[in-house]
C-alpha cells in the first residue's frame, strides 16, 4: 500500500523541524510558514484566526500532498507588524479559544454526570434515538427504526 506508516504522520524525527518560516522576496510583507506533522485541521483553524486581524491582508494555506504530512501557511501583513508576529499573536488567541470551550464542554460534562445515567428529564429532542422511556412514535421498547404497527 502507498500510505505511510501512521507514527510517520504526527512524530518529528530527530533532524525534522515543526516550522519554518521562508520570506517571500517578491512581495512585500509577507511569508511561507512550512508546518510539518500536520493538516487542513490546524491549517484551518489559524488561517481563520489570522483572518481576525485587521493587520493581516492574506492569510491562506495549501496541503501539496494527501499522502505528505505538512501544509504551507501563507501570510501577508500591512506592514505594521511582521507575519511571524500575527502568526505568533493568532496562535496565542487559537490557544485561548480553544482553553474557553474546554472549560465550557467540562463543564456541561460534569452537568451531564451529576443529572445521572438518565440525564434528567428525557424529551424526543434529548434523546432522538427513541432509546429513552417515551418517545414520539411509540412506547419504551421501540427505536427510531420501528415505524411499523
Given at each position: ?109 460534569s452537568y451531564k454526570q451529576a443529572e445521572g445515567p438518565t440525564g434528567g ?29
Amino acid at each position: 500500500m502507498n500510505q505511510p506508516n501512521r507514527y510517520e504522520l504526527y512524530v518529528l524525527e530527530d533532524d525534522e523541524k515543526f516550522l519554518t518560516v521562508n520570506e517571500d522576496t517578491k512581495v512585500p510583507n509577507a511569508v511561507t510558514v512550512k508546518i510539518v506533522k500536520q493538516d487542513h485541521t490546524l491549517a484551518n483553524m489559524l488561517r481563520s484566526q489570522l483572518l481576525n486581524n485587521p493587520q493581516v491582508l492574506f492569510a491562506g494555506y495549501k496541503v501539496p500532498h494527501p499522502l505528505e504530512p505538512y501544509f504551507l501557511l501563507r501570510i501577508q501583513t500591512d506592514g505594521t507588524i511582521t507575519p511571524e508576529i500575527a502568526l505568533e499573536q493568532a496562535c496565542t488567541q487559537l490557544l485561548a479559544v480553544i482553553s474557553v470551550l474546554k472549560a465550557k464542554f467540562e463543564t456541561q460534562f460534569s452537568y451531564k454526570q451529576a443529572e445521572g445515567p438518565t440525564g434528567g428529564v428525557t424529551s424526543v429532542l434529548d434523546d432522538p434515538y427513541g432509546s429513552g422511556p417515551a418517545t414520539s412514535w411509540g412506547g419504551a421498547n421501540r427505536d427510531y427504526l420501528d415505524f411499523a404497527g
